[in-house]
């Protein structure tokens, strides 16, 4: 079965995000390097969507969340059939309390 990976609105705003951030802060290298990490970290999930550890915080929703780490980045995804929805990307830096209210 064919694996499709998709992201939300709200992954591709904070992927942009954080290019921005970086480019501003240190440089538009650092930032393409920070965002292509994260890009490359979704593409295996479209031959092993399993690896990501299970997303605790969201166990409530009763739904497959899991996430996958790049640098300080947790890329947290759904799995519904064969598609993956790369729901959020989440800077670890934050309180993990903060995933709740952004996925939720």
Same mark, same amino acid.
């Given at each position: ?32 390097? /920070? ?17 990501? +550890? ?10 497959? /969340? ?16 064969? /598609? ?9 830096? +934050?309180?993990?309390? @903060?995933?709740?209210? @952004?996925?939720?």
């Amino acid at each position: 079965m064919e694996i499709v990976v998709i992201w939300s609105d709200a992954a591709i705003t904070e992927l942009h995000d954080i290019y921005d951030y970086y480019n501003n802060k240190a440089s538009w290298s650092i930032a393409e390097s /920070i965002v292509n990490a994260i890009v490359d970290q979704t593409l295996l999930l479209e031959q092993a969507p399993h690896i990501g +550890q299970h997303e605790e915080i969201l166990a409530h929703l009763n739904k497959e /969340i899991r996430y996958v780490l790049s640098g300080n980045y947790k890329i947290v995804y759904l799995i519904e059939k064969n /598609i993956v929805t790369i729901a959020t990307v989440f800077d670890c830096r +934050q309180n993990p309390k @903060k995933l709740k209210g @952004k996925y939720v």
